[in-house]
């Protein structure tokens, strides 16, 4: 009894074997950081939708496939041409950033698939561009709106691949490049611009400057006035006698000569 058991086990054992030699490598998943799994079901349904698989190792029956999809944030570059409001070209270097919603890839591999960022990504950008810049002057793009058409332009493509089960992180306008007579000129305007606020500004100081000093000069007048009625000839004698007195006390004065006039003062001879 022994000896035919130990066949039976054997040859599960070979089975099980050859089972996972052909199958293993349909039975064993690894998802890996950054990436989600969905399980479609041969015999069971189809395409599960909800079940989100997250990181980790994963054994699934061989006759279902695990769809993993990667849902790290992505960046891509596109070059293109448009036309602004007044018909010139213009040329445009935009930078993207996208993702799937995490828990909509069973949706958005039922009815887009992998693809999804040449099928609906880059063709919805490519549209709203060309519509947003449309309603811009070639001068605004490359100075004064640049930030709001990036703005604009981000928030109209996020609006339309939401019900994509897509998500739009940014949207930049790297470069911009007009025909080079249209830069020249905008670039002509700018400087006059510029120079204009830079001749204002010195006005303006100049204008403060000229306050300032009239400001100074009433001050300087007004203290030339308070010093004319305050100072009378009899308060100059008055302290042409003090000075006279303290200059007595020093031991290097000697002689000391009082004037002859109402308005003399005393003359110190003499000195060490």
Known sequence: MENQGLPKVLVMGIVGLIFLVLFGSSMFYTVEPGEKGIIFRKFGGGLDKETIYGQGFHVIAPWNTLHVYDVKIHE??????????????????????????????????????????????????????????????????????????????????????????????????????????????????????????????????????AERKEIEAKGIAKFQRIVNQTITPQLLKWKGVEATQEISKSPNSKVIVIGNGDGDLPIILGGQ
């Open 76 to 209: 891509t570059f596109e070059k293109m041409e448009v036309l602004s409001q007044n018909g010139l070209s213009i040329q445009i270097d935009l930078s993207f950033r996208y993702n799937p919603v995490h828990e909509k890839i069973g949706y958005l591999h039922d009815e887009i698939g992998r693809n999804y960022l040449e099928r609906i990504i880059k063709p919805e950008i490519r549209s709203v561009t060309r519509e947003v810049i449309g309603n811009y002057l070639p001068e605004e793009l490359y100075s004064t709106k640049r930030e709001a058409i990036e703005d604009e332009i981000e928030e109209l493509t996020r609006n339309k691949i939401a019900s994509k089960y897509l998500t739009l992180d940014a949207i930049l306008i790297r470069d911009v490049t007009l025909p080079q007579t249209l830069r020249a000129a905008i670039e002509q305007k700018l400087k006059q611009e510029q120079e204009a606020l830079e001749y204002e500004f010195k006005i303006d100081k100049a204008k403060k400057e």
